[in-house]
């Protein structure tokens, strides 16, 4: 069902903005929020969303290959890949796949 809902979805207008198409994701901003009397809460929600991006396409540096090579961000990557190595190795896994047999078993569903 969501697979052809997603089809009748408008395009985020975050999205809009980022690609240039300031126009059309005006035209979502409206579709989606105007009920007739919040005019300007939309011109705000659109300045607010502009300048969000500008922000970050200022502070930004584009592309994957400085994960690997700024030393303090390749730390952080090693970090958080162990996490989730060591994560699946405590054998959480077993025990949640465990649990619910065991509540089968005894006729806990």
């Known amino acids: 069902m969501l697979v052809c809902g997603i089809m009748f979805f408008p395009e985020s207008p975050r999205h809009l903005m980022e690609v240039d198409r300031e126009e059309e994701a005006m035209q979502v901003l409206r579709k989606l929020h105007f009920d007739g009397t919040n005019e300007e809460w939309i011109q705000q929600e659109f300045h607010e969303i502009k300048t969000t991006i500008a922000a970050e396409k200022a502070i930004t540096v584009p592309g994957w290959r400085i994960m690997f090579t700024v030393p303090q961000w390749r ?35």
């Open 75 to 109: 730390t952080r990557l090693m970090h958080g890949v162990a996490v989730q190595v060591f994560t699946q190795f405590t054998g959480i896994n077993v025990i949640g796949y465990v649990t619910k047999q065991a509540k089968l078993s005894l006729w806990l569903d």
